[in-house]
């Protein structure tokens, strides 16, 4: 296999494995997720809080990554974190291109975009506000609904994306019993919104 030319030979990585896609557009599929260090946006909620200082976490060559994939059958491979973008991005989404597999991402989007995407879940936070850029290229938009405000919060980032961008309300995981109910109710009321449910978590897979 031919390297193409890196210049960001290495990434904090907190964790990196094989799994199902658990939540929105791809739920269900076999995917391979790769988790980095880093994070700057402080959700109260984060349920990945470990992730959050990126020092903590080893240095991973691409290389080496894009070899823990091609290790599986897996074709997807969902980049996500922490925020990965405060990461630059080019140059893993290149090896793994190169390598034949699909690149999705999961951003909060309140870093510059980079790396070349099949795929981006946008899942705008409150605690520091999505680019425009990439509001305008994220292909699915993931509202967590923590509360009933959520809904018009929700609303307001979906009259910023593009028109062909799929739209998922999801339970914040510890509110989910009091939140679903809700969202169904409000997905009757606008059908352009689906629900998005933490499989992963339901069937106790990573
Ligand atoms: S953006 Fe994600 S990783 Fe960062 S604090 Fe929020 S939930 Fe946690």
Sequence with gaps: ??????????????????????????????????????????????????????????????????????????????????????????????????????????TSGSSALSGSWDWICLSPKKFKAPLPEVLAAAHELKVVVFNKSDFSWAEKHAALVSPSCKLYLQPEWSKAAEMVPLIVDYIKDHPKWELSLQLHKYIHVP
């Design 1 to 106: 296999m031919t390297d193409t030319s890196i210049h960001i030979a290495t990434l904090p990585v907190m964790e990196h494995f094989y799994t199902i896609q658990g939540e929105g557009y791809h739920q269900g599929k076999a995917a391979y997720f790769i988790r980095l260090g880093g994070c700057d946006v402080g959700c109260v909620w984060c349920d990945v809080k470990d992730s959050w200082d990126a020092d903590k976490h080893p240095q991973v060559e691409i290389k080496q990554l894009r070899d823990h994939v091609k290790a599986t059958p897996g074709e997807i491979v969902v980049i996500t974190g922490g925020e990965p973008l405060l990461h630059n991005l080019d140059d893993l989404t290149a090896v793994l291109h190169e390598a034949g597999l699909k690149t999705n991402i999961e």
